[in-house]
């Protein structure tokens, strides 16, 4: 049995939710998500407590995939809820001298000590807000805003020497100390 698999999901006022044979689809203040649901887990919405309930069949509860897959879709929809009403948001921070970046179109260019600017495409559904040095990611979707918060970072990784790249605002960058010259 999955402990979070079993969990009702609760669904706010301001989110609406529809519910297929085909899988779930929110609509909520930041934007709307659909999902398409595994086919050993069904998906259940009740009317009258506001809630989303996670079930599968009895015969294959036990086995692997199916508990994996039970917990997973709840923990989807939970986000996906979370998502429609509040967002996600991811912050970067781009340390370095003269370094930066800038919001062209639906292109985000950085400057991060390469001879040349490197540009990457925002993907549809996520945001991006440049100011100088601080870059941030954010939409309804908690996997879009991630992977492409993870892209940009991956285009300079901060180093331990110096500290300079792309790190996130709340990531603690462990410094080295270097050479040491004449002892």
Not at 40 to 62: I, N, P, Q, Y
Not at 82 to 100: A, Q, S, T
């Amino acid at each position: 049995m999955s402990r979070v698999g079993k969990k009702p999901v609760s669904i706010p006022s301001k989110v609406k939710v529809t519910v297929n044979d085909s899988g779930v689809s929110m609509e909520g203040p930041k934007g709307s998500l659909a999902l398409a649901a595994h086919p050993r887990v069904k998906v259940g919405f009740g009317e009258d407590e506001k809630s989303l309930a996670v079930t599968v069949d009895e015969t294959s509860a036990t086995e692997r995939e199916t508990k994996a897959m039970w917990g997973t879709t709840r923990a989807l929809l939970s986000n996906m809820v979370e998502g429609v009403l509040n967002g996600y948001e991811r912050k970067l921070e781009i340390v370095g001298v003269g370094w930066g970046g800038e919001l062209q179109g639906q292109k985000l260019k950085l400057n991060v000590g390469y001879a040349n600017p490197v540009f990457l495409d925002v993907p549809q559904g996520v945001n991006v807000d440049v100011q100088k040095t601080i870059v941030t990611v954010t939409g309804p979707d908690k996997q879009s805003v991630g992977q492409f918060a993870a892209e940009v970072r991956g285009v300079r990784p901060p180093e331990p020497y110096n500290g300079k790249g792309v790190k996130y605002a709340n990531e603690v960058i462990r410094r080295k100390e270097g050479k040491k010259f004449g002892a």
